[in-house]
Each structure stands twice: as C-alpha cells, then as structure tokens.
C-alpha cells in the first residue's frame, strides 16, 4: 500500500507516527496474506519474522512517553471488521501446532499455565491494530498513537509476546531436532495445570510438522 493511502504525502516519512503506522499497516497486510494459505511451506517462518518486527515497533511505543488523546472520549470508529475468518483460516493452517501453553503474568508467583491458540492471538493483534489505524486514516494521530502504546501494553503486546515464543520453539524444536508436545487436545476455554498438561500433551515428532509448516531439520551437526 503506498504512503499516500496512509498520511499526508507531505508528512517527514521518519516521523514517529508515519513510521509505526507504516509497520502496522505493511503487519496486518503480510498476515492476511498468510492467512491465505498460498505458501503454507513458509507459513511459520514468516509468522515469526513479522511479529518480531511487530514487537520492534511496540517497543518504540512502549518506550516512549506516554501520548495523550486530543479529545475526551474517543470517537466512534464504526463496527469493528470481522476477524473470524482470518481466526479459522489459521487455524486450519497451523493445526496441529495451534496450540500452546502460556503463562500470563512471569512475576506472578506459581501461575499455572494456560492452553492459546496463536490463531486467536493473531486475529486478536489484528483487531487492536485495525482500530487505531481507524482512527490514523481519520486523521486523529494522537488518538491513534493513544491507542496503538494502550492496547500495546495492555492487549496486543502480550499476546504478540506469548504468539512470538510459540513461534520460536516450535521453530528451535524441529530446527534441532526435539520432539514436540501437542497440545491441541487442551481445552483453551479453562486453565490448565502442570499435572494437566503433563497428562494431555501428546508427542508429534519432526516429521509430522515440519514439511506441512515450511520447516526443515539442521542440515548440520548441532554444537556441541
């Protein structure tokens, strides 16, 4: 999409809102695009590049003072675009690796895991980054910059962080050569204790997932 469908054309390209409307933007394309299913050989690989470089992008807001909304309230974006296809799309695509175990909170003492589905995060980062891009292509800049630091402290960062560790293990899993515990057979609508999760997990061995999922075994000898 060029620059010209996201700002004024006359704005500096470096400035700090150009910029991380641009990364959101040039994210929520990339993921629709995989949700497709036209490369499933690259789905996972690519998931994890763009939301590392997502999480670049959430750190500069998360870094950065805090924005204040030009109004009081804020303004109505009109219904917000439905996800469930996108949710279902990936969840046939990254089945049967979908799911995973998260811990919410690491400075909580001895919280019990819990089952996610990196469908729904993503469906979920999707739909806090169309909001404030709502409000960008409005022309409400600070109320777009509000949202985008809010929710990516409080929402869309988390879950981007817990989706992006899911990525990255099965990844180190099939990359060195690990067998990986299924949890697909989880409820993902309760929370799941270690006992549980030891009891459900299954194994789904490299063979099973990498060649569906674009992933290949080392082609070395690991280090020792």
């Known amino acids: 999409m060029s620059d010209a469908t996201l700002h004024d054309a006359k704005r500096d390209p470096d400035d700090f ?5 641009d990364s959101i933007e040039s994210f929520i394309v990339a993921v629709a695009e995989v949700s497709r299913g036209d490369e499933p050989d690259s789905a996972v690989p690519f998931l994890l590049l763009e939301i590392s470089q997502l999480l670049l992008t959430g750190g500069r807001l998360g870094a ?3 924005f204040l909304p030009d109004e009081r309230y804020e303004p109505d974006v009109g219904p917000e675009p439905d996800v469930d296809e996108l949710r279902e799309r990936f969840a046939r695509l990254l089945d049967p690796v979908d799911v995973y175990s998260e811990v919410f909170d690491p400075y909580v ?4 895991p819990v089952a996610c589905r990196i469908s ?3 469906a979920d980062i999707i739909t806090d980054l169309r909001h404030g891009m709502a409000h960008y292509r409005d022309g409400r800049v600070s109320e777009a910059l509000w949202w985008w630091q809010f929710s990516y402290l409080s929402n869309w960062g988390p879950t981007a962080s817990a989706a992006l560790r899911a990525l990255q293990s099965l990844v180190a899993h099939v990359r060195l050569d690990q067998p990986l515990d299924e949890l697909g057979g989880l409820d993902t ?5 270690e006992e549980r999760l030891a009891e459900e997990a299954g194994r789904v061995m490299e063979a099973e ?14 280090r020792a």
């Open 17 to 21: 809102a150009v910029s991380v409307a």
């Open 64 to 66: 950065h003072e805090d």
């Open 109 to 112: 003492p001895r919280t019990a």
């Open 120 to 122: 729904d995060d993503l």
């Open 189 to 193: 609508d309760s929370v799941a204790t």
């Open 209 to 222: 997932i990498a060649g569906p999922l674009g992933l290949r075994g080392p082609e070395t000898t690991a």
